[in-house]
């Protein structure tokens, strides 16, 4: 067993404590593990059709409270695809689990198995009973009851004139069209609408097999009816069964008879496909964690119970770390709000780089931040020079989103809070909605944008997934309006982009003011800043790309073309911030420039230089706006918020000058430096007091 080095896929929620392979009978199979502790809970693989990362979202969550083993079947992943099929089936899955928690130095365990498994499960809970502590069998495909009827009468080997359903899966068309087949089974295990992530996911994971090795694992030896019952009736640990009423491929009786036969408790997902693990994971994953605990025998932590109406007021509140903006406005609305509320408490859980604001302002950070996954080191990691899929990069963090919206839960299971307050915390706002049951505490949403909008070169799918995107918010805030007891839009009717959510969707701005309160824009707290070293008489244009990591290409091109710009202006002195997420020693100075890190109170700053070159994040675009100060952005490509939200909105404050990183030259750039510099900007009036607009409707709520 060997230690992983640091170098991890950044879009992974929590880097296993160790991995390795163990080798039995010449096939390698590729396990990891994750947590510590005694107390472990084995996640088998279903089939070969996925590996481990099928698991994601219940890893980093179980993590936090088990020690959990992965491992990759035969055929997938990190394992072997061995030649002969007398080298797969179900019993040869149960001995590579044994193999993998020896080479782990596990003694008892509890485990869980998803479908085809379920037959390793059984040998693994019958034979091994000493070991096992309790057992989970999701969607067991043993043969209980009929099959659908759907899926009988087909055959895997001959060669048909047609391939409709589930005669798919036939080893002929498997070899003419891998893909098409799975695109048919896994859209079976996901009925329920808005699951294209998961889908995707499946997909992708199921190419990493081949169909020769698929077809091995249906021709290898399985156990007959007769000798699943014999098993049945050998197993004594607890058993929890769960069974999606929607299920496509499993029958939705199957879990019933499986907790008849056995005393299992049963639990029924109404509504849920054959994947609720992934599909709705906040529910899964709390109904495992209570059954492992109770498995292992674990006492509920010890609470303190404080009479309500004596309890200090307090709120909770995640910011979005993508960026610095979200921790200015909030510690501007923060500072409001204890104006308003006297004695209020507040908690910030957040995460680098909003940490930096915050901290430096005085702020609270709640300890369970230190839990959090790395969001802008997803997003940083997704850039690829001035070029950030914005929406793609969202739809890949979903791990890391719903792994800290686990965090959250379980602070505010375990403490009282009186006001939830995310900001853009948009895995907050989709989890409350998917789990109404959890809301314990009012709760306010604040955003500067609605609407996930297609890009140019997103072509036909982007528009298809935005749009469900937006369809699934729309649905649930019609279902579920109690969940939101606020939520402002920080700006103006007016700054919301014209058009629709997507074909046959609302308009957005009409959307907007109907589910919205506006609190105008939210400007920073103006604490004084120190103009780092700069004299009065000094002409200063000051770069920066705001506080996500993304774009260092950009300030290299304005510093290559700092001299030319000099040249046009004499005098001119380029402060280039870097922030929190660049490393200012990758970023070559010349003579006038000086390159630093992270600057605390920028936006005191931007409001006192000459001119101004940012990237196009609405925050430090808005502050510029508001100090009426001349400045050049270019909106990074394909961020879809920066190229259309906040460009609409800049436009209409009259404020800025766009520009294309793609397009511009050294000296386009350095001659628009100097074209502004000399300017007085004739920018309408951006808002005061938004700040204690906002914790004014947020103290209402209280």
Known sequence: MTALADAVDASRALTPTASGHVERDGVRIGYEVFGTGEQTLLLLPPWAILHSRSWKAQVPYLARHFRVVTFDARGNGRSDRPASVEQYGQRVLAGDALAVLEAAGVGDFAFVVHCGSAEAGLILAAEHADRVRGAVFLSPALPLTPPLPERTGHSFDAELPA?????KVNRHYWAEDFRGFLEFFFDRCYPEPHSTKPFEDAVGWGLETTPEALAKTLEAPAAGEDEVHALLERVSCPLLVTQGTEDRLVPPDRGARFAELTGA???TLEGAGHCPHSRHPVMFNLALREFAERAYGRRPPRRIWRRAVRRPKRALCVSS???????WRDAAIARELRR????LEIDWLAQAPVTHVLEACGERIHPASARLAGESRHIAASARGHELDVFGAWRRMDEILLANFMVFHDV????????WIGDEAWELDHNLHENPELKTAAYVFLTDFVGWLPTAGGG?????LTADYNAEMIEQIARFPRVRDRAIFVGSPEDVVPGTFGEGLPEIRPWVEEHFDFSGYVLAPGDPVSAAGFGAGDRVCVVTVGGSGVGESLLERVVAAAPEARRRVPGLRFLVVCGPGIDPHRVTAGEGVEVVGYVHGLPALLATCDVAVVQGGLTTCMELAAAKRPFLYFPLARHFEQTRHVR???????AGRAMDAATATETEIATAIAEAAGSAPATADVERDGAARAAALIAEVL
Do not use: K, M, Q
């Not at 391939?163 to 005669?167: D, I, L």
């Not at 505010?412 to 809070?417: G, I, L």
């Not at 036909?460 to 298809?464: R, Y």
């Open 163 to 167: 391939y409709e359903g589930w005669a």
């Open 265 to 267: 408790e049963l639990l």
């Open 321 to 327: 770390p993508i960026g610095l903006g979200h921790a």
């Open 340 to 343: 308003l509320v006297p004695g």
């Open 412 to 419: 505010v299971r375990s403490e009282d809070y009186d006001v």
């Open 460 to 464: 036909a799918d982007e528009a298809a």
């Open 648 to 654: 609409h909105r800049l436009e209409r404050y009259g």
